[in-house]
């Protein structure tokens, strides 16, 4: 909000300061409200005084919106759906009150520390006190709501077709000729001044080709700069598929998606391959390391390809690679749907093999005796599966870091978003326009998360220290893992431990049916705990098994930190990430940008409204827009012509190249 009209406050001073003054009550809120936009919390007015006599409003405190606490309501039981707590009893607040001298309203009182985490100041317009929308856009919104197509909104702007100066076929040849302009260029050459264009904005954006034997681009890998922040602190697991097309020409598209601490999507890197040889998978795993500093990833997950995996072994050789159950089971319906006694049984034992058998033996043994119970020794296909068994088998697996992700369903989710903003006649650089607007949507979900996180706690089911101390650590998703986790371990059973010759402790766990048991084993030298379900080596949660051990056994009231992943806790992005040449990597260089356009956009848009009521005022303003043109363009010619002009050679090289 613009406080423009408040001439009693310094513009360069926008921290409350004990006697500064406004000329309304409404300016006083405006300018808490902006503080609390600059620093991440939302405001509501609280306590008014007024005079009984006239109505004249004399005093007014505005709070931060986490001030006070929620009344607990007497309930004969707890509610199965719990609210999130939003208050935490802050007391931030800056109270005005009106100086009858000069009739003006003077900071009498301001409290300045909160008592809880701010929001993350990208995530500032989402909160309740900072959604507005200005005078001039509730039009503009019901403009665009009634117009049916791009001329019908620009004709209605400028007051009818009459006014428009050109017809719908004029707008159609313009932009058949900026597209025909743009393929001028070449497919290819036309996506490398892409590429350079996003560099000029952020030097951390990253791009790479692939030639063949006759200097033709055959693959293209790219990843911007919020990439190779996610995959600096949510890469240790990745997701990789090939199956995805771009348009009708087929062209595979690939994504290197991964999991962050909400659990939402993250995009670590995409490629377009017009090759798909063991040579070309192995430069694009080599240019997607070199991208990410040469930091691999414990674990991958891909489809069954042996030219990949080959590429893989060679690239990645400390990296646990494993199949997608997804893509495996599409691959048993091809291959064994109809072998052995009955239809999908073949499936149906496989499926159990991925998801509940735990030793290797166990599983050898269950295996043997599919085959003999179906008859399907010999299957070619079941044994080339059964040569791969450490890539998908539960037995296998579970020994690697999952993060409890199964397979790349992340990729056909997030590319099943993508052809909702895809038609099949886009050309390259139209498809990259609109990945950007997936992205765009996903990376605010995140945001949406975040703030969410900061302005809501999650309810806990009883006020143990340990929960408590989890709820403050842990993202909302995490948490509710976590919760679930220690309320099942209540009601297991603890059998007397078994002390080996270096008094380490072996302790039995079984639930009341005593179908299933577990073994936590608890070290002599630090109190650490293993557990033989193996869900905190899989996934970074502590499991039920092992958090009853510490809660009867260790008399633990609090979680130790060597059980605090920090990749699933509200701080998981807390530090800084540096690119390939040691830069900090900026992911939101584009927000200062962005509120500059912002502040200019809204004061435009009331010179024009102004302007447009007398004639002349609008030759005034059109004489002045005029003088204010010529100006820009000599500070903008200074800042960019030498850069753009260096941009379009290596644009022009790039399309006599290809």
Same mark, same amino acid.
């Given at each position: 909000?613009?406080?423009?009209?408040?001439?009693?406050?310094?513009?360069?001073?926008?921290?409350?300061?004990?006697?500064?003054?406004?000329?309304? $009550?409404?300016?006083?809120?405006?300018?808490?409200?902006?503080?609390?936009?600059?620093?991440?919390?939302?405001?509501?007015?609280?306590?008014?005084?007024?005079?009984?006599?006239?109505?004249?409003?004399?005093?007014?405190?505005? *709070?931060?919106?986490?001030?006070?606490?929620?009344?607990?309501?007497?309930?004969?039981?707890?509610?199965?759906?719990?609210? =999130?707590?939003?208050?935490?009893?802050? #007391?931030?607040?800056?109270?005005?009150?009106?100086?009858?001298?000069?009739?003006?309203?003077?900071?009498? =009182?301001?409290?300045?520390?909160?008592?809880?985490?701010?929001?993350?100041?990208?995530?500032?317009?989402?909160?309740?006190?900072?959604?507005?929308?200005?005078?001039?856009?509730?039009? &503009?919104?019901?403009? +665009?709501? @009634?117009?049916?197509?791009?001329?019908?909104?620009?004709?209605?702007?400028?007051?009818?077709?009459?006014?428009?100066?050109?017809?719908?076929?004029?707008?159609?040849?313009?932009?058949?000729?900026?597209?025909?302009?743009?393929?001028?260029?070449? &497919?290819?050459?036309?996506?490398?001044?892409?590429?350079?264009?996003?560099?000029?904005?952020?030097?951390?954006?990253?791009?790479?080709?692939?030639?063949? =034997?006759?200097?033709?681009?055959?693959?293209?890998?790219?990843?911007?700069?919020?990439? /190779?922040?996610?995959?600096?602190?949510?890469?240790?697991?990745?997701?990789?598929?090939?199956?995805?097309?771009?348009?009708? $020409?087929?062209?595979?598209?690939?994504?290197?998606?991964?999991?962050?601490?909400?659990?939402?999507?993250?995009?670590?890197?995409?490629?377009?391959?017009?090759?798909?040889?063991?040579?070309?998978?192995?430069?694009?795993?080599?240019?997607?390391?070199?991208?990410?500093?040469?930091?691999?990833?414990?674990?991958?997950?891909?489809?069954?390809?042996?030219?990949?995996?080959?590429?893989?072994?060679?690239?990645?050789?400390?990296?646990?690679?494993?199949?997608?159950?997804?893509?495996?089971?599409?691959?048993?319906?091809?291959?064994?749907?109809? *072998?052995?006694?009955?239809?999908?049984?073949?499936?149906?034992?496989?499926?159990?093999?991925?998801?509940?058998?735990?030793?290797?033996?166990?599983?050898?043994?269950?295996?043997?005796?599919? #085959?003999? %119970?179906?008859?399907?020794?010999?299957?070619?296909?079941?044994?080339?599966?059964?040569?791969?068994?450490?890539?998908?088998?539960?037995?296998?697996?579970?020994?690697?870091?999952?993060?409890?992700?199964?397979?790349?369903?992340?990729?056909?989710?997030?590319?099943?978003?993508?052809?909702?903003?895809?038609?099949?006649?886009?050309?390259?650089?139209?498809?990259?326009?609109?990945? &950007?607007?997936?992205?765009?949507?996903?990376?605010?979900? $995140?945001?949406?998360?975040?703030?969410?996180?900061?302005?809501?706690?999650?309810?806990?089911?009883?006020?143990?220290?340990?929960?408590?101390?989890?709820?403050?650590?842990?993202?909302?998703?995490?948490?509710?893992?976590?919760?679930?986790?220690?309320?099942?371990?209540?009601?297991?059973?603890?059998?007397?431990? *078994?002390?080996?010759?270096?008094?380490?402790?072996?302790?039995?766990?079984?639930?009341?049916?005593?179908?299933?048991?577990?073994?936590?084993?608890?070290?002599? =030298?630090?109190?650490?705990?293993?557990?033989?379900?193996?869900?905190?080596?899989?996934?970074?949660?502590?499991?039920?098994?092992?958090?009853?051990?510490?809660?009867? &056994?260790?008399?633990?009231?609090?979680?130790?930190?060597?059980? /605090?992943?920090?990749?699933?806790?509200?701080?998981?992005?807390?530090?800084?990430?540096?690119?390939?040449?040691? @830069?900090?990597?900026?992911?939101?260089?584009? #927000?200062?940008?962005? $509120? @500059?356009?912002? /502040?200019?956009?809204?004061?435009?848009?009331?010179?024009? %409204?102004?302007?447009?009521?007398?004639?002349? +005022?609008?030759?005034?303003?059109?004489?002045?827009?005029?003088?204010?043109?010529?100006?820009?363009?000599?500070?903008?010619?200074?800042?960019?012509?030498?850069?753009?002009?260096?941009?379009?050679?290596?644009?022009?090289?790039?399309?006599?190249?290809?």
């Amino acid at each position: 909000m613009e406080l423009a009209s408040d001439k009693s406050v310094d513009h360069g001073e926008w921290k409350p300061k004990l006697g500064m003054e406004f000329d309304s $009550e409404l300016a006083a809120y405006e300018f808490y409200n902006a503080y609390g936009r600059r620093l991440g919390f939302s405001i509501r007015k609280n306590y008014a005084c007024t005079n009984k006599k006239t109505g004249e409003m004399t005093s007014r405190i505005y *709070v931060c919106s986490k001030e006070g606490v929620r009344e607990e309501k007497r309930r004969n039981e707890p509610p199965k759906n719990p609210r =999130s707590e939003t208050r935490t009893g802050c #007391l931030a607040k800056m109270g005005v009150k009106l100086n009858r001298a000069n009739c003006k309203f003077k900071i009498n =009182s301001f409290e300045e520390e909160h008592n809880h985490k701010l929001a993350p100041i990208k995530c500032s317009y989402m909160m309740t006190s900072q959604q507005s929308i200005f005078d001039l856009q509730p039009p &503009e919104t019901e403009l +665009a709501e @009634r117009s049916g197509s791009a001329q019908e909104l620009l004709s209605k702007q400028v007051g009818g077709r009459e006014c428009l100066g050109f017809t719908k076929v004029d707008q159609k040849s313009y932009l058949r000729g900026r597209r025909m302009k743009s393929l001028a260029y070449g &497919e290819v050459g036309n996506m490398m001044r892409y590429f350079r264009r996003r560099t000029v904005n952020n030097p951390s954006f990253y791009y790479d080709v692939q030639f063949d =034997s006759e200097e033709q681009i055959t693959n293209i890998f790219w990843a911007d700069a919020r990439m /190779i922040i996610d995959y600096s602190q949510f890469g240790d697991i990745v997701s990789f598929d090939t199956t995805n097309k771009i348009n009708k $020409e087929c062209r595979p598209f690939v994504v290197f998606i991964g999991f962050n601490h909400h659990r939402e999507t993250v995009v670590f890197g995409a490629a377009l391959m017009y090759d798909e040889t063991a040579e070309s998978f192995s430069w694009l795993f080599e240019t997607f390391l070199e991208a990410m500093s040469n930091k691999p990833p414990k674990t991958i997950l891909t489809e069954q390809d042996a030219t990949m995996a080959e590429a893989l072994s060679q690239v990645m050789p400390s990296t646990f690679h494993r199949l997608c159950k997804c893509h495996i089971m599409q691959n048993v319906v091809k291959h064994v749907s109809n *072998v052995g006694p009955k239809p999908g049984c073949v499936k149906g034992a496989l499926a159990y093999f991925m998801d509940h058998i735990d030793e290797e033996d166990d599983f050898v043994a269950a295996w043997e005796k599919m #085959l003999d %119970d179906y008859s399907v020794r010999g299957n070619d296909w079941l044994n080339s599966l059964f040569a791969l068994k450490k890539k998908w088998a539960n037995a296998y697996v579970r020994l690697a870091w999952t993060a409890s992700m199964k397979g790349t369903q992340l990729n056909e989710s997030f590319c099943a978003l993508l052809k909702d903003y895809l038609r099949s006649d886009y050309d390259v650089v139209q498809f990259l326009m609109h990945f &950007e607007m997936v992205l765009a949507e996903k990376r605010h979900k $995140e945001l949406e998360a975040d703030l969410a996180l900061s302005q809501n706690l999650p309810k806990v089911k009883m006020p143990y220290k340990i929960l408590l101390q989890a709820r403050n650590l842990y993202t909302k998703s995490i948490f509710e893992e976590f919760q679930a986790e220690y309320f099942s371990s209540i009601d297991l059973i603890t059998r007397s431990p *078994v002390e080996d010759d270096d008094g380490n402790k072996m302790y039995t766990v079984d639930d009341d049916s005593g179908n299933k048991v577990w073994y936590v084993k608890r070290y002599k =030298s630090d109190d650490s705990l293993c557990c033989s379900c193996r869900l905190f080596e899989m996934s970074g949660i502590l499991c039920r098994h092992a958090l009853k051990i510490l809660r009867e &056994e260790l008399k633990v009231r609090e979680l130790p930190t060597q059980y /605090i992943l920090k990749r699933w806790t509200r701080y998981a992005r807390s530090t800084n990430v540096q690119d390939m040449h040691g @830069r900090n990597v900026e992911a939101y260089a584009w #927000l200062e940008e962005a $509120e @500059r356009y912002r /502040i200019l956009m809204t004061g435009w848009r009331t010179i024009s %409204d102004r302007a447009a009521q007398y004639k002349d +005022a609008f030759t005034c303003a059109l004489q002045t827009q005029d003088k204010l043109q010529a100006m820009l363009e000599e500070v903008i010619h200074a800042h960019k012509d030498g850069q753009m002009q260096e941009m379009d050679d290596h644009s022009v090289e790039d399309a006599n190249t290809v």
